[in-house]
């Protein structure tokens, strides 16, 4: 495909990733974050997806609707991270979330479950998106996988019954959006979870949506990536804050 000034789309493959990789957006990002921090604690790895809910939403009081499931706050953001490491599935609900999710700084296969179980959505009526999450289940997708839930609750409620029939993702993140079943569905997911000592991450609220979930998991994978450099440990019992010079790019 060419454009009308004559320049392939090839040329331009590299837009297609987030996050800033120039001299001057990395500075916009990095200023960014720091007016972040100066909002957000900064001791625990709890607190990075804590910033990172408020960069992604623009909203300083996300940082209070943020919750964790596991050992202690930051037990799901290791876990994940640990996840990341072991370039195991990132998995999302639908194809917004999946083209949030940043293409540096991991090995994951990432794909999304929409697209899936259409036959069973037709037969039963179920949503699309549950009947997808159901339909990877069934394949075994989500065991030891970086399960995200960034649009539909039905996605969410769906993945919390693979949890409760026998499914062990590595991490949940769900932060889906809306007035009706969206509260319900992550408030489902942290009591699975919590019941079947899975980590997860999600809010509380209507409040959320696929920027969320995906900005949310791109700061599992930028945990990870620190954790490679040296900068941190994801072992269960690490837990602190990364060094901010010359650490990774977290927009």
Do not use: W
């Not at 940082?63 to 596991?70: I, N, P, S």
């Not at 794909?111 to 949503?127: H, S, V």
């Not at 991490?171 to 079943?181: D, L, M, Q, R, S």
Request: charged share 30%; glycine share 10%; hydrophobic share 40%.
């Amino acid at each position: 495909m060419t454009t009308e000034e004559g320049e392939t789309t090839e040329e331009f493959a590299e837009y297609a990733d987030l996050g800033a990789t120039t001299g001057d957006a990395m500075a916009i990002a990095e200023t960014s974050m720091d007016r972040v921090r100066e909002l957000v604690p900064d001791e625990t790895l709890g607190d990075r997806i804590r910033q990172k809910a408020v960069h992604a939403t623009g909203d300083p009081e996300f940082q209070h609707l943020v919750r964790f499931a596991g050992a202690d706050e930051s037990a799901a953001v290791r876990a994940g991270a640990r996840a990341v490491l072991d370039e195991r599935p990132i998995v999302t609900d639908i194809t917004m979330v999946k083209a949030g999710v940043t293409g540096r700084g991991h090995g994951c296969p990432v794909r999304k479950a929409i697209g899936n179980g259409a036959d069973l959505a037709e037969r039963t009526g179920m949503t699309r998106t549950a009947a997808s999450v159901l339909e990877l289940d069934r394949r075994d997708v989500y065991d030891d996988a970086v399960a995200v839930v960034g649009n539909a609750p039905t996605a969410a409620l769906a993945l919390a019954d693979c949890i409760e029939d026998g499914t062990r993702p590595a991490v949940v993140v769900a932060t889906p959006v809306g007035f009706v079943k969206a509260a319900k569905s992550r408030q489902r997911v942290r009591e699975v979870a919590r019941e079947y000592d899975v980590p997860a991450i999600t809010t509380v609220g209507r409040r959320g949506g696929s920027g969320l979930a995906a900005g949310l998991t791109n700061e599992l994978v930028h945990v990870a990536s620190d954790a490679r450099d040296g900068d941190l440990s994801v072992d269960p019992t690490g837990d602190h804050a990364v060094p901010r010079e010359g650490g990774t790019d977290r927009s």
